[in-house]
């Protein structure tokens, strides 16, 4: 199993980038898919997570409106497109993949990415 995430990188504040991650070595459509974000010393945290049927999302409160969740399962690829970035965004980014119907929780999903660095400048 392999999750390949990329897309960071430095922006100034106000600006966008789009993360992507691509998955293999399992049934895409299959999971639900999440992105976590973690800072030096600081828990992992989740940031999106699109679900498996349907495709549903959620947002953690401090990204709605600016952060967008999307997945191709064509492609067995989601994205993570960020708008109106701020300093506070700045964090290694992980996608992830879940089983669970509980997909805010980082310690029930069961693979990982590599991360993948965004750094907001202000």
């Known amino acids: 199993v392999q999750l390949q995430a990329s897309g960071g990188g430095l922006v100034q504040a106000g600006g966008s980038l789009r993360l992507s991650c691509v998955a293999s070595?399992?049934?895409?459509?299959?999971?639900?898919m999440g992105w976590f974000r973690q800072i030096p010393g600081s828990e992992r945290e989740i940031v999106a997570a699109?679900?498996?049927?349907?495709?549903?999302?959620y947002y953690a409160d401090s990204v709605k409106g600016r952060l967008t969740m999307s997945r191709d399962n064509a492609k067995n690829v989601v994205y993570l497109q960020m708008n109106s970035l701020r300093p506070e965004d700045t964090a290694v980014y992980y996608c992830?993949?879940?089983?669970?119907?509980?997909?805010?929780?980082?310690?029930?999903?069961?693979?990982w990415g590599q991360g993948t660095q965004v750094t907001v400048s202000s």
């Open positions: 699109i679900r498996r049927n349907f495709g549903s999302t």
């Open positions: 992830a993949a879940t089983t669970s119907v509980a997909l805010t929780r980082a310690d029930l999903y069961a693979y």
């Open positions: 070595g399992i049934t895409f459509n299959s999971y639900t």
